[in-house]
């Protein structure tokens, strides 16, 4: 059974830094699309930042590309998101998802792929 717990949200103001972490247990896929999601009060979940695991790709949202860095610790089994120069429309419940399918790369950044999600982490960014 696929666990992801996220954890590492909070309030920061515009400018700042915060780091996500999603620890998975009973996941250990490889080509696997494993990434990261946010949805925001009144709007869609739309994928942030994402990894093809095992191969070293990653995709990101263009709205955080230079900013958001998405990492995996394989020993720890965690996901990370750095998020760096954080703006207020970056505010939104951050989710940790996963994948054992296999859908492909170029549908990591599209909800559709992943059948695991963590409960999610919020993230408020004032200005």
């Known amino acids: 059974q696929v666990q992801l717990v996220e954890s590492g949200g909070g309030s920061v103001q515009a400018g700042g830094s915060l780091r996500l972490s999603c620890a998975a247990s009973?996941?250990?896929?490889?080509?696997?699309?494993m990434g990261w999601f946010r949805q925001a009060p009144g709007k869609a979940r739309e994928g942030v930042a994402a990894?093809?695991?095992?191969?070293?790709?990653?995709y990101y949202a263009d709205s955080v590309k230079g900013r958001f860095t998405i990492s995996r610790d394989n020993a720890k089994n965690t996901l990370y998101l750095q998020m760096n120069s954080l703006k207020p429309e970056d505010t939104a419940m951050y989710y940790c998802?996963?994948?054992?399918?296999?859908?492909?790369?170029?549908?990591?950044?599209?909800?559709?792929?992943?059948?695991?999600w963590g409960q999610g982490t919020q993230v408020t960014v004032s200005s």
């Open positions: 998802a996963a994948d054992d399918r296999g859908y492909g790369s170029s549908r990591c950044l599209f909800e559709s792929a992943y059948n695991y």
């Open positions: 009973g996941y250990t896929y490889s080509r696997k699309c």
């Open positions: 990894e093809y695991t095992g191969v070293g790709s990653t």
